[in-house]
């Protein structure tokens, strides 16, 4: 009569401490009849190393040691067909003790599961055996606690990343997630901490070695780590921002104490006014898109607001477009409470937009003085249009608003002038909303009095947008009523001219050079 068939145990060591092995791990080590383990060609295995305490000394012991790690092979197939031949070699070998009735232990680090090797054999075993997996401690929470600092707290996400996507694709990943865990970063640090600074998570991430190793245990914030010292058992942490809070990371190597220089504090807060461009992801700045990134807070006209792509672990704090000043206030309270914030404004931010306002608040108020404030410049409106269009402000030129509800029309219209008879390109912003029709009639008829009716005129309007219109004409031709507050005018100067070729689009430029 035949013995009955062993079954195949997938254990989870934890992290490294062999006091971290779960009780149902160690009885199963114990009681089985051979213990398997990977290793790589130097025939060290961390697995085993972690479950020694828990062997008998009489157990079988198959060690399935990889061909091939990241070097070359002269296999036939390659790299894949070589690890591919290897797992099946490795499953064979088990499943003859399993034949035999004996019971097999797999060993695996952390969780079987988890980026673990263990899942090589369970795909092609389970099917044929019994097969049952005990979960450990994964990397990922051992870190956590060697930080001793939550990871998620409240609404906070997480997402495990492998290392081996490629900065670009990590980057993009890292900008759209709240709390992080890089797995996988020993041969790609490098890459790792460029795709963290790009996203603008470096200042919040940690790097941790051997977690849970007592004194080889190692933690220093990731941009300070040499990519050429990165061990295999390693991993990148960025925290939550409801997690993180107030609480401070421990940073230190083994029993020392932290290095001199970091922040014990509340975190220091901070306020970025940020341009958005015109309209669209496609507008954004490296540097805009990384602020906005790692930003806790984002605060802006309502619109402006909903361009910015949502992330579950920020605040977002829309309001009306009348209400700058106390936009400029909230933001900067948030700043005093440790937040790091994004005020959004279209196109730049120093163009008819928040810049201005929030420096001044900061500057007004005595409890502000320590708020950092960064500028972080965006494509503007002008720029947008004119570049669609051709490249009427090839020379100089004056940017200029219609709208009266911060100034006087008897200012504008004084400006409107000088720059007419200045022969200046002239782009005009906010040349009309609803409430607003009288003053870009008035404002023709001024220019009209210093400029010939053949001027070109560029109208941009929803640029960047699906609803994006950019239109040539003449200062004597163009229609008011056709211009809403969603537009943006170019008004030539005397030596702005329009490039027609047959087959292709009209093309206004104003030349760089000047008669005379």
């Given at each position: 009569m035949n013995a009955p068939a062993g079954v195949l145990y997938g254990v989870g060591?934890?992290?490294?401490?062999?006091?971290?092995?779960?009780?149902?791990?160690?009885?199963?080590?114990?009681?089985?009849?051979?213990?398997?383990?990977?290793?790589?060609?130097?025939?060290?295995?961390?697995?085993?190393?972690?479950?020694?305490?828990?062997?008998?000394?009489?157990?079988?012991?198959?060690?399935?040691?990889?061909?091939?790690?990241?070097?070359?092979?002269?296999?036939?197939?390659?790299?894949?067909?070589?690890?591919?031949?290897?797992?099946?070699?490795?499953?064979?070998?088990?499943?003859?003790?399993?034949t035999q009735g004996r019971d097999v232990v797999l060993l695996a680090e952390g969780d079987p599961l988890f980026y673990s090797s263990y899942m090589h054999m369970h795909k092609r075993i389970s099917g044929r055996f019994r097969a049952e997996v005990v979960p450990g401690i994964t990397s990922v929470s051992a870190a956590s606690a060697a930080l001793a600092m939550p990871l998620v707290e409240g609404d906070d996400a997480l997402t495990v990343l492998p290392g081996t996507l490629g900065r670009e694709e990590l980057a993009r990943r890292l900008s759209g997630t709240g709390a992080a865990a890089i797995m996988k970063i020993s041969r790609s640090y490098a890459g790792v901490r460029e795709a963290l600074k790009e996203s603008g998570r470096l200042p919040q991430a940690y790097y941790v070695e051997r977690?849970?190793?007592?004194?080889?245990?190692?933690?220093?914030?990731?941009?300070?780590?040499?990519?050429?010292?990165?061990?295999?058992?390693?991993?990148?942490?960025?925290?939550?921002?409801?997690?993180?809070?107030q609480a401070t990371p421990a940073l230190a190597r083994g029993d020392r104490a932290s290095p001199a220089g970091l922040a014990t504090g509340p975190p220091r807060g901070r306020v970025d006014v940020v341009g958005l461009g015109p309209a669209g992801r496609d507008w954004l700045t490296p540097e805009a898109m990384a602020v906005l990134a790692a930003a806790d807070d984002i605060v802006g006209y309502a619109s402006y607001v909903d361009r910015v792509a949502r992330n579950p672990r920020?605040?977002?704090?829309?309001?009306?477009?009348?209400?700058?000043?106390?936009?400029?206030?909230?933001?900067?309270?948030?700043?005093?409470?440790?937040?790091?914030?994004?005020v959004v404004s279209s196109g730049d931010p120093g163009v008819f937009a928040m810049a201005s306002v929030v420096l001044e608040a900061a500057a007004d108020q005595d409890r502000f003085a320590d708020v950092p404030v960064h500028v972080v410049p965006g494509i503007t409106a002008a720029q947008a249009v004119a570049s669609l269009a051709g490249a009427p402000l090839g020379h100089d030129y004056v940017v200029l608003s219609l709208s009266d509800r911060l100034?006087?029309?008897?200012?504008?219209?004084?400006?409107?002038?000088?720059?007419?008879?200045?022969?200046?390109?002239?782009?005009?912003?906010?040349?009309?909303?609803?409430?607003?029709?009288?003053?870009?009639?008035?404002?023709?008829?001024?220019?009209?009095?210093?400029?010939?009716?053949?001027?070109?005129?560029?109208?941009?309007r929803a640029v960047g947008t699906a609803d994006q219109v950019v239109t040539v004409t003449t200062l004597g031709a163009l229609d008011p009523e056709q211009v809403d507050m969603r537009c943006l005018l170019i008004v030539g100067s005397s030596?702005?001219?329009?490039?027609?070729?047959?087959?292709?689009?009209?093309?206004?430029?104003?030349?760089?050079r000047y008669p005379g």
């Open positions: 060591l934890g992290p490294g401490d062999p006091e971290l092995v779960t009780v149902k791990a160690a009885r199963l080590i114990g009681a089985a009849d051979v213990v398997a383990y990977h290793s790589a060609r130097h025939g060290r295995s961390i697995a085993r190393s972690i479950a020694a305490p828990y062997l008998r000394g009489d157990q079988i012991e198959e060690q399935l040691v990889y061909p091939v790690t990241t070097e070359t092979t002269d296999h036939p197939g390659g790299y894949e067909a070589a690890i591919e031949e290897f797992y099946e070699q490795a499953a064979a070998r088990l499943m003859a003790h399993l977690a849970s190793g007592g004194a080889k245990q190692l933690i220093e914030p990731a941009g300070d780590v040499d990519p050429a010292a990165v061990p295999y058992m390693s991993i990148i942490i960025v925290p939550g921002a409801e997690a993180a809070g920020q605040q977002r704090h829309g309001s009306d477009n009348t209400e700058e000043p106390q936009r400029a206030e909230f933001a900067l309270d948030l700043a005093l409470r440790g937040r790091r914030v994004a100034k006087p029309w008897d200012v504008i219209a004084r400006r409107l002038q000088a720059a007419a008879v200045g022969d200046f390109a002239i782009a005009i912003y906010n040349p009309a909303s609803r409430s607003r029709r009288q003053q870009l009639a008035d404002a023709l008829d001024l220019l009209l009095a210093h400029r010939d009716p053949e001027t070109p005129v560029v109208v941009g030596q702005t001219r329009v490039l027609r070729t047959a087959g292709r689009p009209d093309r206004v430029i104003t030349p760089r």
